[in-house]
C-alpha cells in the first residue's frame, strides 16, 4: 500500500508539472479528487467518473445561465 501511494504521488507530481508546462489550470476539485486518489480513497476509474459528473454539472448551469 504505502508502495503504491508513492508510485500515486510521483504521477501526480508528474502531471501537476506537466499542466504547469502547458499552462494548463487544474480545479480545485480535481486537485481534491487526485489528492483522494494518492492517498487510495479512490480508484482512477472513480476519480474519472467524479471529475466527469462535475463537468457535466457545470455545463448543464452554464446552459442553463444562456438560456
Known sequence: ??????KRL?????????????GVPVSADA???SEKWVRGELTG???KQELLDLHRKIAEERSE???
Do not use: V
Open 10 to 22: 510521483a504521477a501526480l507530481k508528474t502531471a501537476d508539472a506537466i499542466n504547469a508546462i502547458k
Open 65 to 67: 445561465d444562456n438560456c
Open 45 to 47: 476509474e472513480q476519480m
Open 31 to 33: 486537485k481534491f479528487l
Open 1 to 6: 500500500m504505502k508502495e503504491d501511494f508513492h
